[in-house]
Nanobody
């Protein structure tokens, strides 16, 4: 079993920055990719960013491209999301997710991911 624990959420003013981190633990942690999704009140969970574990290739939703940067530290089983120029529309619970096996689903598809964290709240005030 794999556990994912997010941290780094909080309250920030528009234009500010936050850095989210997600640490994966478990007896054997093997992953193809890790991603960040977010869910605002009354809305469906949506893709924000993802990164392939071996190659470190990043993927971003259009809504965060140019403002968010995803990175991973394979040695520490950690994935981070640096969020700059935050907007009130970025307010949501942010979830970390891990994909342990190969999947043909797009990297932005939540169905691709097996393990999920509990989420961390990000609130951006105007």
């Amino acid at each position: 079993q794999v556990q994912l624990v997010e941290s780094g959420g909080g309250l920030v003013q528009a234009g500010g920055s936050l850095r989210l981190s997600c640490v994966a633990s478990g007896r054997t942690f093997i992953t193809e990719a890790m991603g960040w999704f977010r869910q605002a009140p009354g809305k469906e969970r949506e893709f924000a960013a993802a990164i392939t574990w071996r190659g470190g290739a990043p993927f971003y939703a259009d809504s965060v491209k140019g403002r968010f940067t995803i990175s991973r530290d394979s040695a520490k089983n950690t994935v981070s999301l640096q969020m700059n120029s935050l907007e009130p529309e970025d307010t949501a619970v942010y979830y970390c997710a891990a994909q342990p096996v190969f999947s043909v689903a797009p990297i932005s598809n939540p169905a691709r991911y097996t393990y999920w964290g509990q989420g961390t709240q990000v609130t951006v005030s105007s």
